[in-house]
């Protein structure tokens, strides 16, 4: 038995995650969440902002990390349209530009057709700009030098939403949904920092323990990973109960593959050392 | 037959049938993109212009879009293209990978050149010659902004490092970046980072409510917040001998990275399950239509 074990094929391990992940999938039977103190925070602020209040929603990532960002991205902007904030969408990503045209279409255009949200009076998409950190920072002063037109090359100076819009200063909040560089780490050290620009993030998973120092102080609250996500889409559930619904909840319907993947990885780890201990004790007896 | 073309043959007969299986048994099929038309300006009465976008079928308009149907299945051969490698290496695995290179090469190159060169160089440089050209909604008014001459020079200087001889000169704009970016990094560094960090350390060790009474958590929070940050900063510390209390605290230091370093695995096991399991969800649900959860297809 030890030998089968001490020899097992490791594809046998990727068949048994394959279906530790695709059961719960299959069982659509998610588990409760509750947000933490640093996911409520966001929620908090995005809640109690004034009704209108200029939020720029900087989603930089690419489809790569959708499924472990577009949870959160959803849950945010859907706050903020249900708060009928002023939105301004951008991305430092060449390919996280059709993810903003995405989530504009589906929630901003279909899921809030009803509130008639208008883009260039109540949303604005500057789009993507090549230069990296060299964006945060000159718009920390000057937006237009930046993005002088808009995602469809209306000149901001026409557009009414940005008529009065000079800089990062006249946002009340940044939201930057960051997968690595340029991302989280440039929002806090040339918009956050600088300026004392009120950032929230939400980041990868790999990403997150280097964005917890900033927390409080330089940042507002981080939503770590697909939990982070599940966590925001369960506050906005308990405050808008119409979002309790599962159609809501991408990301509390991932955390149930994320239980069972951890618990089999968990075992697999106290089985390795089981086998590494129980070889050592055979070595000793002969 | 080979061991190996034996498992290939199954698992794509076994797919084959399922997929068979699942186009006969389920009630509307499975593997179609739906749309509807929306006007993209709907309350002009002169833009007649129309978009397709996403329908759930049996809604007033929805109809199978060819191309998004075409899509969703290169995306699913594609998705099990690349978890194949799990069982070893093949040629599926990498057509699969020489096109997302491939895709994503060139997606980020046309978006850089009409973003960075046309977008802003050129419009900056030539406004009246790209408002005829690719930028109708630009400025009548905008005039030529003969800064932009500069990266263009720089730009040209840089790629001078193709030319057979006079490789030298693409040194100076390579030079100016190098330079211009430390000193970018240096100040934000010292203010994020540095000096911004060093304030967050300046905590109370015992933290006193504002009824008067000491909050035990936060005081301990705050006090292994201190111990953390010092007996790491100890470990890296290497003027002294780490033996006696200095190598006591340095070894507490350890301990603290070690932690660091199992919770940055953990969140990356969690990332990566997070990415498996939206796969798994597109294959399920937008593919096989097995499950429904967003309600995309309530007839």
């Known amino acids: 038995m030890l030998n089968l074990l001490k020899n097992l094929d490791r594809r046998w391990i990727f068949l048994a995650m394959l279906l530790a992940v695709s059961g719960p999938i299959l069982a659509q039977r998610p588990f409760p969440e509750k947000p933490t103190k640093l996911v409520q925070d966001v929620f908090d602020y995005v809640e109690n902002l004034d009704e209108g209040s200029n939020v720029l929603l900087a989603l930089d990532y690419a489809p790569s990390s959708d499924g472990e960002l577009a949870p959160m991205a959803t849950a945010l902007i859907r706050h903020c349209c249900l708060k009928r904030h002023k939105m301004f969408f951008m991305t430092l990503w060449p390919d996280g530009l059709p993810l903003l ?3 504009i279409e589906n929630i901003l255009q279909t899921e809030f057709a009803s509130l008639n949200l208008k883009e260039g009076v109540d949303y604005v998409n500057f789009g993507y700009n090549p230069a990296r950190e060299v964006v945060i920072i000159v718009m920390g002063t000057n937006l237009r030098k930046m993005y002088p037109r808009d995602v469809n090359g209306t000149d901001l100076d026409e557009i009414p939403l940005t008529a009065n819009i000079s800089s990062l200063q006249d946002m009340k909040l940044i939201i930057n949904i960051s997968a690595g560089y340029p991302g989280m780490k440039e929002w ?22 280097q964005a917890y120092p900033y927390y409080p102080n330089q940042m507002l ?30 990301g509390i319907r991932r955390m149930a593959p994320q239980f069972w993947a951890h618990l089999l990885i968990i075992g697999l780890i106290v089985l390795g050392n089981g086998i590494y201990f129980a070889e050592r004790l055979q070595r000793g007896r002969r | 037959m080979k061991r190996e073309t034996l498992i290939w043959t199954v698992l794509f007969v076994a797919g084959g049938l399922f997929l068979v299986y699942r186009g006969l048994t389920a009630d509307h099929g499975f593997g179609k993109s739906y749309v509807k038309q929306v006007r993209i300006n709907p309350e002009s009465q002169t833009d007649l212009r129309i978009k397709y976008v996403n329908s759930r079928p049996g809604v007033a308009g929805a109809e199978v879009s060819l191309p998004r149907t075409v899509g969703l299945w290169l995306s699913a051969f594609f998705t099990l293209a690349i978890f194949s490698f799990l069982y070893r290496d093949n040629m599926f695995y990498k057509i699969a990978e020489s096109v997302f290179v491939g895709v994503t090469a060139a997606y980020v190159m046309a978006q850089a050149f009409w973003e960075g060169i046309v977008d802003r160089l050129l419009a900056g440089l030539t406004p009246q010659l790209m408002r005829g050209w690719a930028l109708p909604d630009l400025k009548a008014t905008q005039e030529p902004n003969y800064v932009y001459l500069i990266p263009l020079v720089l730009g040209i200087m840089l790629l001078w490092r193709l030319a057979p001889r006079g490789g030298w000169i693409a040194r100076w704009p390579l030079a100016f970046i190098v330079g211009t970016f430390a000193g970018v990094k240096l100040i934000s560094f010292l203010q994020a980072d540095f000096v911004s960090q060093i304030r967050s350390t300046i905590v109370p060790l ?24 010092f007996s790491c900063l100890t470990y890296f510390f ?28 953990a969140f990356t096991v969690m990332g990566r399950i997070a990415l498996f399991a939206a796969r798994l969800e597109f294959l399920f649900d937008d593919w096989l239509w097995l499950i429904d959860p967003k309600g995309k297809r309530l007839w």
């Open chain 1, 188 to 209: 806090v050290q040339y918009a956050a920092s600088p300026h004392n620009i009120k950032l929230a993030v939400g980041s990868t998973a790999v990403q997150a323990p």
């Open chain 1, 101 to 103: 045209g995405r989530n």
């Open chain 1, 221 to 250: 609250g981080l939503l770590a990973a697909i939990k982070g996500g599940a966590e925001y889409e369960a506050a906005l559930a308990a405050k808008y109960p119409q979002y309790d619904d599962p159609k809501f909840k991408e």
């Open chain 2, 238 to 265: 290497f003027s002294v001998p780490h033996r006696g209390v200095v190598g006591r605290i340095s070894r507490a230091g350890v301990w603290f990275l070690m932690i660091t370093f199992g919770a940055s695995f």
């Open chain 2, 206 to 229: 015992v933290v006193v409510t504002a009824a008067g009474s000491i909050d035990i958590w936060a005081s301990l929070r705050n006090v292994g917040l201190i111990f953390g940050v």
